[in-house]
């Protein structure tokens, strides 16, 4: 039972994990909650329901449009929401409220599109997983593991290791002083949106194959990927993922020693501990002396 | 005219609501995400009593705005002890856990099935049943939201509020305890959503989740938005024009399968459009330097 629950855990965990991660790489840059990454996730599941069920491609094709389109879908916010609240010094609550308009925007506009129900890409009878320590593990859980993985050991590698990472960091650490060594901070928050717009494109792909899609998947996600990102650590590449982890496990032994209705309330609870504990979260970064 | 009455009762509801989050949104630039979470709680409270217990509504209005005055408190005190964004996860986080709690609990609040049959104020042993009876009422509290708020608005407490809105690090600087400033409106903010949210299940006589839903949310913060975050009048402005309007778009007699996204479409959209054009609303005076 337990390592069945903590299958699942992990599942559940590395898809909060890849949506906290692009969470957290534009949280770094623009510094503020981008509400809208949810509805951006939900465009991902969306894009791969079309391109698998209607146009009849293969998996592959819909993982890449989808994370192709969300980006795009990412960066035109930023472009046109985002950026000219910037130019105008808009406080950060102006940039929330929009953050959630847009959100709402984006839900409604694919509800007008694809409907309000239910709908689901599997086809075909269920396959049974294999048995693999006392839990059953399907196919679909195996890929989601090993496509997160290398997604967030591939995002962790293009911060750390790339000039285009440094750049990042140097923007996340010091907007004014990036831009004084000849780093244009405009570009780079861009990039950070298209990079983490495509990471939850990614996300919703896969939550498309694993579970149901709807229009309001995305409130959800992006309140989970939240939480996986403040209790692992805000801003911190490693730590989204670990969050994301801590956070489905969690969840999975609520459900189980509670009722899966409450698991909302429980992802809720652990966030309020979080804040009270150790606001910094698991991870936390320091940005000279501050936490970020 | 029956209908015409419902709707003005629906405007004065909206009104409560609209004012107690220009308090904590226009005034003090807390940004609240799931205002219409703390109607819920106050509307369930209330309306469980009345319906377990035979607890009379002017008690359990009280109770529920309490409740939510409470849950304010949980919520706010540990995310207000950082930056701003916080609490706005933590409101919108609220908004779709106490949804998502009213649906599931069913033992408790019926799920989506709702509570029926919940009994309306009396007076003086009076039912209060007609709809003009509880335009009365409903107007009475709009008054005493009104008259609250403004005292609180144009005391020097307030002037402490809008410092902290405009500077939070100058206000610290003069010696104030921001957090306990903003955690006081937090609670008023929510203990008048509370009410406002008794006041509903009351007169419908019934609520289920779906009342409550974070689109719920989005609608108050427009009409905030909407007529001018920091005007009270443009509270009023607000909340008359937001419900009136969709009344008479129903008259266009389009399906609800479309009318009903394509009317949040156009509120996300007029927010963003408020927020890039004119933050300040038409009555607002709220401008950032």
Not at chain 1, 252 to 263: D, L, Q, R, Y
Not at chain 2, 101 to 108: D, H, S, T, Y
Not at chain 2, 231 to 257: H, K, W, Y
Request: charged share 10%; aromatic share 10%; glycine share 12%.
């Amino acid at each position: 039972m337990f390592s069945q629950l903590l299958v699942n855990g992990v599942t559940v965990g590395s898809i909060y994990g890849l949506t906290a991660l692009g969470f957290a790489i534009i949280y770094r840059t623009a510094r503020f909650f981008h509400f809208a990454h949810g509805a951006v996730y939900a465009v991902g599941a969306y894009v791969a329901y079309s391109v698998v069920l209607h146009w009849g491609w293969s998996p592959l094709v819909a993982f890449f449009l989808a994370g192709i389109t969300a980006a795009c879908v990412g960066v035109g916010i930023e472009v046109l929401v985002y950026d000219p609240l910037r130019r105008q010094k808009a406080p950060t609550l102006v940039f929330l409220i929009a953050s959630f308009g847009v959100f709402v925007v984006v839900q409604n506009l694919l509800q007008l599109i694809y409907g309000a129900q239910i709908l689901t890409i599997r086809t075909g009878p269920v396959k049974e997983g294999r048995h693999v320590l006392g839990a059953v593990i399907t196919d679909m859980q195996v890929l989601i593991l090993a496509a997160s993985s290398v997604i967030g050991i591939g995002a962790w590698l293009l911060v750390q290791q790339t000039r285009l990472g440094k750049a990042t960091r140097a923007v996340a650490d010091d907007r004014l002083g990036a831009s004084a060594v000849g780093i244009n901070p405009e570009r780079i928050i861009m990039l950070a949106f298209g990079i983490g717009s495509a990471l939850a494109g990614v996300a919703g792909m896969l939550v498309a194959y694993e579970t149901n899609i709807e229009p309001t998947m995305g409130m959800n996600a992006i309140l989970k990927g939240m939480i996986a990102s403040i209790i692992g650590g805000i801003g911190s590449i490693p730590g989204a993922m670990i969050g994301g982890l801590f956070l489905g496990i969690g969840e999975n032994i609520g459900i189980w020693k509670i009722s899966a209705g409450w698991k909302d309330a429980i992802a809720f609870a652990i966030l309020i501990v979080f804040l009270l504990v150790r606001p910094s979260g698991i991870m936390g970064v320091k940005v000279r002396g501050e936490w970020l | 005219m029956e209908y015409f009455l419902h709707i003005l009762v629906i405007t004065g509801i909206y009104m409560i609501l609209t004012l107690s989050l220009n308090l904590v949104l226009g005034y003090t630039g807390l940004a609240n995400l799931g205002h219409a979470a703390f109607s819920c709680v106050g509307a369930y409270a209330s309306s469980l009593l009345a319906l377990n217990y035979g607890v009379p509504p002017w008690i359990g209005l009280l109770v529920g705005a309490c409740t939510a005055a409470v849950l304010g408190v949980v919520v706010a005190a540990p995310s207000l002890r950082m930056k701003g964004d916080y609490l706005a996860l933590a409101t919108f986080g609220l908004g779709v856990i106490v949804y998502s709690v009213a649906k599931n609990w069913v033992g408790l609040t019926r799920g989506p099935m709702g509570l029926p049959g919940i009994p309306g104020f009396s007076l003086f042993g009076l039912q209060l049943s007609a709809v003009w009876s509880y335009l009365l009422l409903v107007t009475l509290f709009v008054a005493l939201t009104f008259f609250v708020i403004r005292r609180v608005v144009t005391s020097p407490f307030g002037r402490i509020l809008r410092g902290i809105r405009e500077d939070e690090t100058a206000a610290l600087a003069m010696g104030k305890n921001v957090n306990r400033y903003k955690i006081i409106v937090f609670v008023v903010g929510a203990f008048f959503a509370g009410i406002a949210g008794s006041l509903y299940a009351h007169y419908i006589t019934f609520i289920d989740p779906s009342s409550f839903t974070l689109m719920e949310s989005i609608t108050i913060l427009l009409m905030v938005v909407f007529g001018g975050m920091g005007s009270l009048a443009g509270s009023f402005v607000g909340a008359s024009v937001l419900v009136i309007l969709p009344e008479l778009l129903r008259f266009l007699g389009m399906p609800s399968s479309v009318a009903a996204p394509l009317r949040q479409m156009i509120y996300g959209l007029l927010l963003v459009i408020l927020m890039l054009a004119r933050p300040q609303g038409i009555l607002g005076k709220y401008r950032w330097q």
